[in-house]
C-alpha cells in the first residue's frame, strides 16, 4: 500500500511541474473578462468629432443627446478611482481631445488601468456636457447627464489589445498654461501637468482637504499662479486627502475638467504630486 501511495504523489508531482513548465511563467491574461468582447471596430471617429456632432454639451445649462449612429471612439485611460478622487467615472483622451466616462460602479480601476486603450460603441449611449464638461452616460434628473450602469458599460466597451499591451506613457500631459486655460472647449478632460505651482493656503499645516466642502464632499484649493478660476479639486475621501499642501513649489499632474468656467485639477494619485 505504501508503494501505491508513494507513486500517487510521485504523479500529483510530475503534473503540477509539467504545469509550472509551460504556462505558469506566461499565464494567459484575457482580454475579455471585462466588456463586450463582440464588438468589431467599424465607423471609428475621433473625440474631437464625436463633440463637434454635439454641441449641447457646451451649452449654459446641462444637457444630454442619446447617440443614434454607428460609430465608434478608441482612445487610452487617462484617470480612473484608484486614488479616490475620480469617483464612478474615468477619463479618456486620443490625439483630438478627451472626456470622460460617468459609470454607477466602484472598482474601475481594476479593469481599467491607466494607459488602457478601450473601444466604445456609441450608438445608445448618451453623451451631455455636466457644467459644460463633455460625458458620456446616461439621462439624470431629466435633461442632465448622468451615470450610466455598470451592465449597459459593459455591453458598450472592447479592451484594445488585451490588457498586457497597456502603456501609460501613449497619452502625455500637456503643460497647464494661462494659454492653455483660455481654450474651455478643446482642452477640458485632457492629463495635464502645472509645473512649479504653489497652493496659495499652503502653512505647514493645511492640507489638500482643509477648508469648506462643497459639492459632493470637494473641497478646492487655489494656486497663487493662476486666478480663483483654477482650482486643485480634492475629494475627502481621496487617499491623499490629508496630505499636508507643501508651501514651496510643486508639479502637479492631473485632469483638467471644466466647471462652466472655472478649471478643476483632479490629483488621480500620491505620485501626481511631485516636490
Known amino acids: 500500500m505504501k ?52 454641441p449641447n454639451v457646451f451649452a449654459s445649462t446641462d444637457q444630454n443627446a442619446e447617440i443614434t449612429e454607428e460609430i465608434q471612439i478608441k482612445a487610452r485611460v487617462t484617470g480612473n478611482d484608484l486614488g479616490g478622487n475620480l469617483y464612478k467615472q474615468i477619463a479618456i483622451q ?13 472598482g474601475m ?81 485632457k492629463l495635464v501637468v502645472l509645473k512649479n505651482v504653489h497652493f496659495t493656503n499652503a502653512d ?4 489638500l482637504t482643509t477648508g469648506t466642502a462643497t459639492g459632493g464632499n470637494y473641497v478646492n484649493q487655489t494656486l497663487k499662479e493662476f486666478g480663483s478660476n483654477v482650482v486643485v479639486r480634492t475629494s475627502t475621501y481621496a487617499d491623499f486627502g490629508a496630505l499636508v499642501m507643501p508651501t514651496g513649489a510643486v508639479t502637479l499632474t492631473g485632469i483638467a475638467t471644466r466647471y462652466n468656467n472655472t478649471w478643476q485639477i483632479l490629483i488621480r494619485k500620491t505620485s501626481d504630486i511631485k516636490y
Request: charged letters at 20%.
Open 94 to 106: 486620443d490625439e483630438t481631445g478627451a472626456l470622460l466616462v460617468a459609470v454607477n460602479q466602484n
Open 204 to 207: 505647514g499645516k493645511s492640507t
Open 109 to 189: 480601476n481594476g479593469y481599467l488601468p491607466e494607459g488602457q486603450e478601450i473601444l466604445i460603441d456609441l450608438k445608445g449611449l448618451h453623451i451631455g456636457g455636466y457644467r459644460k464638461q463633455p460625458e458620456l452616460g446616461a439621462p439624470y434628473n431629466g435633461t442632465s447627464i448622468g451615470r450610466m450602469s455598470k451592465d449597459i458599460w459593459q455591453q458598450h466597451f472592447k479592451v484594445v489589445g488585451g490588457f498586457q499591451d497597456i502603456d501609460p506613457d501613449a497619452i502625455q500631459p500637456v503643460e497647464f498654461t494661462t494659454e492653455f486655460a483660455k481654450d474651455y472647449n478643446n482642452n477640458c478632460g
Open 3 to 54: 508503494s501505491i501511495k508513494y507513486i500517487l504523489i510521485a504523479a500529483v508531482c510530475a503534473l503540477f511541474s509539467s504545469c509550472m513548465d509551460g504556462d505558469w511563467e506566461e499565464p494567459f491574461l484575457s482580454p475579455y473578462l471585462y466588456g463586450n468582447k463582440d464588438i468589431s471596430e467599424g465607423n471609428v471617429i475621433t473625440i474631437a468629432e464625436l463633440i463637434k456632432k454635439y
